[in-house]
C-alpha cells in the first residue's frame, strides 16, 4: 500500500461522510480503518468479511449477489437508511454480452464496448480524425495536438446528449454517431486557427482498475473495473465487506434527457476496456483508466501507436492531453512549449500540470496498459509511469 493510498482514506472520507448516516459511518470504518487509523504503508491487512463475500459467491455461483443473503443484506441496509433498494431490484438483473463496437482507424480495427460506456467517444474521434494524415514525426505539433483537442469535444459534445443505456437511445444509434457521413459532416466543423465550444450535431438526418492479460495459445483479455470514486459510494455491507459503487453519479436529473435516471436503467458509464485487430486478427488489447480521461487515452494511445510509430511503453509515456469543458484543456508539461504557445494562439485554454508529482487531482492524465502481439508472434508490454502498474511474465 503506498503512502498516496494512505493519504486518500482521509481526504475521501471527509468528502463523502457529510452524506452518511451515522450507522453507515460506522460500517465504513469497521472495514476500512484499523484502530481508528486508515493502515500504515507496509501493514498487513486482513479483511475477514471479505473473505465471508467471496465465500458466499463462491458457494452459490454467484445467485446470492442477486437473490440470496448478499442481496438481502444490501437491501436491509438500504431500508434502514433511507434507501429505495428491493429485492426485485437485484432479482430482475441480468448482465449483457455485447459485441464491441469498432472503427477501422488507417487498417486497424479499434474495438471499444458499446453504450452505456463510454468508448464510442474515442471511436468518434478517430473517425474523425482519420480523415487527417500523420506522420511518424508528427507527434506533439501544434498542428496534431490542436486536430486531437478539437476532435476529443466533438466526440465529448455529442456523447453528452446521446449517450445512455442503449435501450433508450431511441433518437440516435451508435451506428448514426460512427457513420462515415457523419465523421466528415464533423470533421468539417474544424478550424485549423481557432479553437472552438462545440455543440452536439444531429447524426441522423458515456478509481480505476486496468489490466490486460494474453497467453502462448492466443487468448487476451481487456479488463476494467472501478466504484467510480475512492471507496465508491462510501456505503458498507459489514458483514460483507463490501463496498457499494456510486456509478448513479452519471446519470442526469436533466427531465427529458435520454440519461435522466430512472429505474432498472443503466447510466452512462465511464470504464471502457479497448481492443486492437488488424485484418480480422487480434493485435492486443489496451485501457487508459481514469474517468472521462478514458476515451481521451484511447484516443492519443491509439494514434502514437498507429500514425507515430510509437512502441507500447513509449505510447504510454508520451505527454497527453484532458479536455475537461468547453475551450480548456490541461496538458501535460512536457509538450513542445512552442506548440502550447501556438495552440494558445488558436484560443484554445490550456492549464500545464506534471503527471508524475503532486495530489492525483492536479494530475487528471490517466493511467494505462497495453499488450501487442507483433507479427512475429511475440507478445510486447507497456505500462503506466503515472500510476502503479507493472508487467508480468509467467
Known sequence: MTPYVVGSFDKWFDIFSPHLTPELIDNFKSIWYRDGKPPAPGQLCKFPEMANFLREVVETNGESVYSGKIAQAIVDLSKRTGGHWEMEDFEGFDSIFHDPLRVNYRGYEVCELPPNGQGIVALIALNIL?????????????????????????????????????????????????????????????????????????PLGSDTVYFAAADTNGNMISMIQSCFTPF????????????????????????????????????????????????????????????????????????????????????????????SDKLNFDIEDHFNPAAVDILVRKGHEIATHNAYTGDYCDRPFGRGQIILLTEDNTLMGGTEGRGDGAIYCK
Open 232 to 323: 465508491g459510494s462510501g456505503v458498507v455491507i459489514p458483514e460483507y465487506g463490501l463496498s457499494l459503487q456510486a456509478r448513479g453519479a452519471c446519470f442526469t436529473i436533466e427531465e427529458g434527457h435520454v440519461n435522466n435516471v430512472g429505474p432498472h436503467k443503466r447510466p452512462y458509464q465511464t470504464i471502457i476496456p479497448a481492443f486492437l485487430m488488424k485484418d480480422g486478427k487480434p493485435v492486443g488489447p489496451f485501457g487508459v483508466m481514469g474517468g472521462y480521461m478514458q476515451p481521451q487515452g484511447h484516443m492519443q494511445v491509439a494514434m502514437n501507436m498507429i500514425d507515430f510509430h510509437m512502441n507500447p511503453q513509449d505510447a504510454l509515456d508520451a505527454p497527453r492531453f484532458c479536455w
Open 130 to 202: 482519420k480523415g487527417f494524415d500523420f506522420g511518424p514525426n508528427d507527434f506533439g505539433t501544434p498542428r496534431t495536438l490542436h486536430l486531437q483537442m478539437e476532435a476529443i469535444k466533438l466526440a465529448f459534445a455529442d456523447a453528452k446528449k446521446y449517450i445512455a443505456d442503449e435501450e433508450y437511445m431511441t433518437e440516435v444509434s451508435c451506428a448514426d454517431l460512427l457513420s462515415e457521413e457523419y465523421a466528415a459532416e464533423r470533421r468539417a466543423l474544424i478550424d485549423m486557427n481557432c479553437a472552438q465550444d462545440f455543440k452536439a450535431g444531429k
